[in-house]
């Protein structure tokens, strides 16, 4: 199989099992948000085997087919920044290959650029439903919090997958 179409089928393959993981959810927000079983792991691990062209496609496309198979339509921006940005942000782990504890840190920078995605959202878009006399940018900070227990479940596995997947497969 040449490289091209390994990239490709793996990248369905990370797709698939991603949004398969959405699918089980601990909780979910009326706005829309959700807290699953470490849905964004294949999608932040698949960089560091792919790169970060494969990777940002990838992630991308992940917005795309959640956005597509669930996602609601409130605005044009956010469509944007709650599924393309947000989730396309997720492929840059690439950048971050030298070892575990730098793939770490780009997974952590990668899942705060996703929460910096929906707070813009919230505050911009979402705003309006902050309780009376509460700040937008609180109600945003808040809200969009999700992504911390998010990333609290996907770390975990980010350093099974890395120490035992990973020299299964380079």
């Not at 792919?50 to 990838?58: E, H, R, V």
């Not at 940018?137 to 809200?143: D, E, N, Q």
């Amino acid at each position: 199989m040449n490289k091209k179409t390994y990239m490709i089928t793996s990248g369905a393959l990370v797709l698939a099992m991603s949004q398969l993981l959405s699918y089980v959810k601990f909780f979910e927000l009326p706005q829309s948000g959700s807290v699953t079983l470490a849905s964004m792991a294949p999608i932040l691990f698949f960089p560091l085997i792919c790169g970060p062209k494969y990777g940002l496609i990838t992630s991308f496309t992940y917005g795309i087919l959640q956005f597509v198979l669930g996602g609601t339509f409130y605005h044009p921006l956010s469509l944007i920044l709650d599924y393309l940005l947000a989730f396309g942000v997720l492929g840059i782990t690439g950048f971050f290959r030298k070892n575990l504890k730098t793939f770490l840190a780009g997974s952590i920078f990668a899942m705060f650029l996703r929460y910096l995605c929906h707070f813009l959202s919230g505050f911009i878009i979402f705003g309006e439903y902050a309780p009376a006399g509460q700040s937008p940018v609180i109600y945003s900070a808040v809200y969009n919090s999700f992504i911390l227990v998010e990333a609290l479940i996907t770390i975990p596995v980010l350093v099974i997958l890395y120490k035992k997947v990973l020299p299964r497969i380079k």
